[in-house]
């Protein structure tokens, strides 16, 4: 197959390419750059010894779409990872997130569908479920849009709600959503991984630059939880099992609305990562136990069966393969893609 991935040059979007170009399948990547670096686009030659070429601009603008099918088209499928993704930020710029989460989407729809793509797979998220009773979430738990705390996960969910409704008045059209839980990790060279801009939202990028000595401490955010520990549960997925999943979803693709979350359904605490992350650093990192943060859940993880039983796909690292892959990519990258 020949696959757009919209957002490719991104954390989940590069691991997704290694995986496609492994499988025999041809990728096109565009992106406005706006969170990753241009030099993803080397790294994936490196690693699959496959050129791969990136197109630079934004998903949102139909002409740059048409002009990406008219030079690298046709293409079969198109993979929408191009998105604004950290729930904090998205509280406070909520137009933004719900300008470019589905402005993308309606730009990518209108040209792919113009050119008669078979197959748009979705990266939607496990916190478009609203009803922590349902754990471990199915694809079939609550998704109550009143009930989210957060313009990330509504605009999800709603662009959700739009790809069902095309996909309703075009039959022949396979829409995929896949429902990320926690992706973590990175590509066992080192060469690609997650490199976000500024001081890290989320824990595993934290840990990583408090590791390679870039931040001070960790700052466990509550151990009062009704869990285990007290600490947090998340279902944290490697971003190689992740990229997999993608593979298979296009692979086994049909006519018709689909969904699946791609997780482990095996939750880990704040505490047990960080006990992951020490055992692959080899020392004792500094942490301090501070204040729950705002919009935090104890839990949340899911149930990936349906993956399993429909995709034959099923995570298989565990969260030392995560924690030490991390290590690996930021020792070779402690400023990341500027490094
Ligand atoms: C994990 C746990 C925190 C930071 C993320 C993404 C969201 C979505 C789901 C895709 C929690 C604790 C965190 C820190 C901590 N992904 N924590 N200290 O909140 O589950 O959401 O995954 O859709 O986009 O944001 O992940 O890594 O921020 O938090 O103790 O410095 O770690 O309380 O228990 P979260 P996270």
């Not at 738990?141 to 739009?162: A, F, H, M, Q």
């Not at 992706?183 to 991984?193: D, F, K, Q, T």
């Not at 401490?217 to 947090?232: A, C, K, L, Q």
């Not at 030392?320 to 892959?325: A, K, L, N, R, V």
């Amino acid at each position: 197959m020949r696959v757009l991935l919209a957002g490719g040059a991104g954390y989940i979007g590069a691991h997704t390419a290694v995986a496609l170009l492994e499988a025999g399948h041809e990728v096109i990547l565009l992106d406005n750059l706006d969170n990753t670096s241009a030099v993803v686009a080397d790294r994936l030659e490196q690693i699959t010894g496959t050129p791969v070429t990136l197109v630079v601009g934004d998903a949102t603008d139909d002409a740059v779409v048409e002009r990406t099918f008219s030079a690298h088209g046709p293409f079969d499928a198109i993979v929408h990872f191009a998105a604004h993704k950290a729930v904090g930020e998205s509280t406070q710029k909520p137009l933004d997130y719900y300008a470019n989460n589905l402005d993308s989407t309606f730009a990518l729809l209108r040209v792919g569908l113009a050119h008669g793509i078979r197959s748009f797979v979705f990266s939607s998220t496990g916190t478009v479920y609203s009803n922590p009773a349902d754990l471990p979430f199915t694809e079939a738990g609550t998704r109550d849009l009143v009930e989210l705390s957060n313009p990330y996960s509504k605009s999800k969910l709603i662009n959700e709600v739009v790809l069902a409704d095309v996909q309703r008045v075009t039959p022949d059209l396979n829409v995929t959503l896949l429902r990320y839980f926690n992706p973590v990790g990175a590509h066992e060279s080192g060469l690609i991984g997650e490199d976000p801009r500024g001081i890290p939202n989320n824990l595993m990028p934290f840990v990583a630059r408090v590791a390679v000595g870039s931040l001070p401490e960790i700052n466990v955010f509550g151990d009062d939880y009704d869990t285990p520990d007290g600490t947090g549960l998340r279902d944290y997925i490697h971003v190689v099992d992740l990229a997999e999943g993608h593979v298979a979803a296009l692979e086994k693709a049909q006519p018709g609305l689909v969904s699946y979350n791609l997780g482990t359904g095996r939750p880990v605490s704040v505490r047990e990562l960080i006990a992951s992350f020490e055992k692959a650093v080899g020392r004792e990192l500094p942490k301090v136990v501070a204040p729950r943060r705002a919009g935090d859940l104890a839990a949340t993880y899911c149930d990936p069966a349906k993956a399993d039983a429909e995709l034959g796909w099923k995570a298989r690292l565990g969260i030392d393969d995560m924690t030490s892959s991390v290590w690996t990519w930021q020792q070779r990258n402690p400023r990341g893609y500027d490094s």
